[in-house]
């Protein structure tokens, strides 16, 4: 494989948005082959989601540039087999690469190991809409761990997985993901999708998620310079 297929990019981003109750993404084609989302998060304005980065690196190119010349913090996330072409083209628009270990991972979430709450964790399960969200409680009620998916067709997105530094090196984070993934298949799921922190990355894949790709992250406009 050379590419990771942009229709993969597109179910993962659509089901993101999904999960944060962000709007749907915008197509930029006019610019390049790229979608485009309203995070409004503080430094995070507008996050550009790069579709054809390996096959066609003009694409790229133009999607950096605009990136580079837009009027509020963007961010703009690339998926790729070729990190280092990725980070040569972003940079040489002026882009500040962000982070440099993120994966893009799927898994068929019918085949996901089974892991439950021991104690004293107790397991909270609220669903609103196709959006769940997990809770791993500790012995003082307190939120041990916490993930969120959203179920889009056969598709189910995770995202923002976090165990408390206190709960941590308990086993919650396979046993939040097997809760995920059982929800995520009552609700007619089959594919799993995430995009993978470094710290996430050794979880996910021994619980059988498959990298598919890395994911760059770089930051524009520059910051001005003060005299």
Request: glycine fraction near 8%; charge should be negative; charged fraction near 20%.
């Amino acid at each position: 494989m050379t590419k990771i297929e942009s229709e993969l990019i597109r179910r993962w981003l659509h089901g993101w948005t999904v999960a944060r109750s962000l709007p749907e993404a915008e197509p930029i084609e006019s610019v390049g082959d790229g979608l485009r989302s309203k995070c409004g998060q503080p430094g995070r304005a507008v996050e550009v989601f790069a579709l054809r980065a390996d096959e066609e690196p003009e694409s790229l190119a133009r999607l950096a540039a605009s990136v580079a010349a837009a009027q509020q913090i963007t961010w703009l996330t690339v998926p790729t087999l070729h990190p280092g072409a990725v980070e040569s083209v972003v940079s040489a628009a002026g882009l500040e690469v962000l982070h440099r270990s993120e994966w893009f991972m799927t898994t068929d979430l019918r085949e996901h190991p089974q892991h439950t709450p021991t104690a004293p964790y107790e397991r909270e399960v609220r669903t609103e809409g196709p959006v769940t969200v997990v809770s791993l409680h500790g012995p003082s009620g307190e939120v041990a761990a916490r993930g969120t998916i959203a179920v889009v067709g056969a598709d189910a997105i995770a995202d923002r997985i976090e165990t408390d530094p206190a709960h941590r090196r308990r086993g919650l984070g396979r046993v939040m993901m097997s809760a995920l993934a059982e929800v995520a298949v009552a609700h007619g799921a089959r594919t799993g999708l995430l995009i993978a922190s470094e710290e996430g990355q050794h979880l996910y894949s021994s619980l059988g998620w498959h990298h598919e790709a890395d994911v760059l992250i770089a930051r524009g406009p520059a910051a001005p310079s003060h005299r």
